[in-house]
């Protein structure tokens, strides 16, 4: 199983990026895909769901009507569409999947938020 993010960088408050996952070594549409967040110090936070299919996502409120998440079934990549980012958006985001019970990571991509 990998996990690869990347879309991270640097964007000023009320700017937007899109994350995205590339996943392989398993098979993708099966499985439901997450959204973390982490800062030094804290906890991962659980940021986005999406299942496997796509029909349905769950956001944490901290980002409800800020970001979407979508994924692509035949590219195997789920995105996270960030708008109107706010410093404390800043973090690590991974993405992530549990199969059998075992959760799997990326290495994370940075999002800072700053003017």
């Known amino acids: 199983v990998q996990l690869v993010e990347s879309g991270g960088g640097l964007v000023q408050p009320g700017g937007s990026l899109r994350l995205s996952c590339a996943a392989s070594?398993?098979?993708?549409?099966?499985?439901?895909m997450r959204w973390y967040r982490q800062v030094p110090g804290k906890e991962r936070e659980l940021v986005a769901a999406i299942t496997s299919g796509g029909g349905t996502t769950n956001y944490a409120d901290s980002v409800k009507g800020r970001f979407t998440s979508f994924r692509d079934n035949v590219k195997n990549t789920v995105s996270l569409q960030m708008s109107n980012l706010k410093p404390e958006d800043t973090a690590v985001y991974y993405c992530n999947t549990i199969l059998q019970g075992i959760n799997y990571w990326g290495q994370g991509t940075q999002v800072t938020v700053s003017s």
């Open positions: 070594g398993f098979t993708f549409r099966r499985y439901h």
